[in-house]
């Protein structure tokens, strides 16, 4: 069905599930974000209770990266579930939710770069590695980070309030980037700045693979682990890059399947923007013992109060 705001010259495409379609979709939307967001949360939560994680640059890195992960996950998933409920967002709550979303995509492919820095001084420069990465450091790494994409998406928001008029703010739109920053100049910057980040990230990770690949002995465990842990940083970044096909995917089997639009669009964020928010703490996190150690200390000593719990009821 196609909607459009009769109060405005403002029109926005819209198309409606039958109910029971909604209610299917946001179930399994909202039961993948509290699935993925528990395991993240769980990885955040030993973080924080143990110093000899958030004493070493390795793990606050890896934690940024998951916090990352889990905003981004619940601010999709409102969007989504108020998109389906609700058809049409009022544009103001949309800017609001939409930066926030960009912002810590953003932060990700940046933190993977300079987390495979990391493995690289560690492994290449094992004698400087603990003056080189300090804690205080690694903040100011971070801190630089949301610094450096603050300059790339608060422009959008400026252009946005100087071009646009009051009224706009008011209207009721189908949240979609496209459709608030609507500069034809903004989806160039974006394209340009997109490319130039990816461009810098990709050779940052391939300088730090064969630095390490050539500078280590091959039989080196920590190596072996170093290289490893920089693939799998270049596989995140892979899946990172998913979300600038996205509307292109979308756009290409709308194509073929133009009758077959809401499908096509929830099936692409499943498997494009929400499921990859899973793959740090399994292909990273689980695999490191010592968090390992630590997490499974944590869940066991949950289930061991929860099972007292259940005992103390049932006798009372």
């Not at 932060?107 to 300090?134: D, G, K, S, W």
Request: hydrophobic share 50%; charged share 15%.
């Amino acid at each position: 069905m196609n909607l459009s705001n009769s109060s405005t010259n403002f029109t926005t495409p819209v198309y409606r599930d039958t109910v029971e379609t909604i209610i299917l979709k946001n179930v399994i939307t909202v039961v993948l974000c509290i699935s993925i967001n528990y395991v993240n949360g769980s990885l955040v939560h030993t973080f924080t209770k143990h110093q000899v994680f958030n004493s070493n640059p390795r793990y606050i890195l890896y934690i940024h990266l998951v916090i990352n992960d889990m905003i981004l996950l619940i601010t999709l998933t409102v969007i989504q579930v108020i998109s389906y409920i609700m058809v049409t967002f009022n544009v103001s709550l949309c800017i609001v939710l939409l930066i926030i979303s960009i912002f810590v995509n953003l932060n990700n492919p940046i933190t993977l770069a300079i987390m495979a820095v990391e493995c690289y001084i560690a492994i290449c420069f094992p004698l400087r590695h603990t003056q080189i990465c300090t804690v205080q450091k690694t903040y100011v790494v971070i801190g630089v980070i949301w610094l450096l994409n603050t300059l790339l998406v608060l422009p959008d928001l400026f252009v946005a309030l100087a071009t646009e008029s009051i009224e706009f703010f008011h209207y009721r739109v189908f949240c979609f980037r496209d459709n608030v920053f609507r500069a034809p100049y903004l989806t160039v910057k974006r394209d340009v700045s997109n490319t130039v980040f990816l461009v810098i990230v990709w050779f940052t990770l391939f300088y730090t693979y064969f630095r390490i690949l050539f500078t280590a002995k091959a039989a080196a465990a920590d190596a072996k682990k170093a290289r490893n842990t920089v693939l799998l940083h270049g596989f995140q970044l892979l899946l990172c890059m998913l979300n600038y096909v996205f509307n292109l995917t979308i756009e290409g089997l709308t194509y073929f399947f133009p009758k077959s639009v809401p499908i096509i669009r929830f099936t692409i964020t499943i498997f494009i923007q929400i499921l990859p928010r899973l793959i740090s703490p399994v292909v990273y996190g689980l695999r490191d013992k010592m968090l390992m150690k630590y997490l499974k200390r944590y869940m066991c000593c949950t289930r061991n109060t929860t099972t007292h719990l259940q005992k103390r009821r049932v006798k009372q």
